[in-house]
């Protein structure tokens, strides 16, 4: 069974930072793509970061650009991402997403696996 568990997140104000992690279980963990997207209310769900396989290749929404930063440790099977100059805009849930392909699919619809999501608040 396919677990992802995200911790951090949390409430922080506006030009402050906060990291976000996700462990995997039941996966081989260096054969999955993984990433974050977030979701705010009444909005789709958005990829925000990505990683590939070996970690040797990120990608970033323009939003977070500069600002966000993803890694990964395959030998604690963790993806992390962290966040500086947080934006009220940056607030939204954030999950952890897992896919079988080289880098992360870019559509929610095609991720293989979704952690629980977790909370992300950015006081102005």
């Known amino acids: 069974q396919v677990q992802l568990v995200e911790s951090g997140g949390g409430l922080v104000q506006a030009g402050g930072s906060l990291g976000v992690s996700c462990v995997a279980s039941?996966?081989?963990?260096?054969?999955?793509?993984m990433g974050w997207f977030r979701q705010a209310p009444e909005k789709e769900r958005e990829l925000v970061a990505r990683i590939s396989r070996s970690g040797g290749s990120t990608s970033y929404a323009d939003s977070v650009k500069g600002r966000f930063t993803i890694s990964r440790d395959n030998t604690k099977n963790t993806v992390s991402l962290q966040m500086n100059s947080l934006k009220p805009e940056d607030t939204a849930v954030y999950y952890c997403?897992?896919?079988?392909?080289?880098?992360?699919?870019?559509?929610?619809?095609?991720?293989?696996?979704w952690g629980q999501g977790t909370q992300v608040t950015v006081s102005s």
């Open positions: 997403a897992a896919d079988r392909g080289v880098f992360l699919n870019t559509i929610p619809q095609n991720i293989d696996y």
């Open positions: 039941g996966l081989t963990f260096n054969n999955y793509a």
